[in-house]
């Protein structure tokens, strides 16, 4: 199975590389490409792993697609999602994304990853550390799980193991209850 995966390159976001480290026969692309390139390199792989910035509108471009506009993965990629099985999407809000467009696959909801995001949602007794624990832990995890069969299966699998440390730390709570497969 080929996999594509866009990661726009950020370094806050630099610790999901470990998600897609091990994913055999794998595409990485961080940045360059038109939204066309793009689109034609979704055509071709079987499985699409999306991943950084993002809203319910889509995966934000973060300046590293400077054609694509602010959206590199938005509603003008929902068609070709749509026919891609066990497709992952890691960003803020990206469930509503999947949701809003009837795609499938293993999704994060608001998920915790740098201090402004804590204070904004308001989880207390948050510190640096602890997201960084939460960061690594997560990414760790996913690495291990993300080539499972279905999307149920990995969603079970991290939230299982990602989990342990919820009673430890208010981030991996937070964002514990926001991983979802749709």
């Keep these: 199975m080929k996999t594509l995966v866009i990661h726009p390159f950020d370094e806050s976001t630099s610790f999901l590389e470990a998600v897609y ?73 990206a469930d509503q994304f999947v949701h809003n ?15 402004d995001e804590a204070c904004i949602i308001g989880i207390k007794g948050v510190t640096q550390d602890l997201i960084d624990r939460s960061n690594d832990r997560f990414s760790q995890v ?5 080539n499972g069969e279905s999307a149920e299966r990995i969603c079970e699998n991290i939230k299982k193991e990602y989990g342990i440390l919820a009673n430890q730390n208010p981030v991996i709570r937070h964002n514990y209850m926001r991983l979802y497969s749709k």
């Excluded at 995966?59 to 697609?65: K, M, T």
């Excluded at 009837?102 to 201090?115: A, R, T």
């Design 21 to 93: 480290e091990k994913v055999p026969l794998k595409t990485v692309i961080r940045g360059g490409l038109s939204r066309e390139e793009v689109q034609t390199l979704i055509s071709s792989h079987d499985r699409i792993m999306m991943m950084g910035h993002g809203s319910p509108r889509g995966l934000l471009s973060v300046s590293q697609f400077p054609e694509a506009g602010p959206y590199i993965i938005d509603g003008f990629s929902a068609g070709l999602l749509r026919m891609k099985k066990n497709s992952v999407f890691i960003w803020c809000y």
């Design 101 to 115: 467009r009837c795609l499938n696959g293993f999704c994060s909801g608001m998920f915790v990853s740098e201090m």
């Design 142 to 146: 996913a690495g291990l799980h993300i």
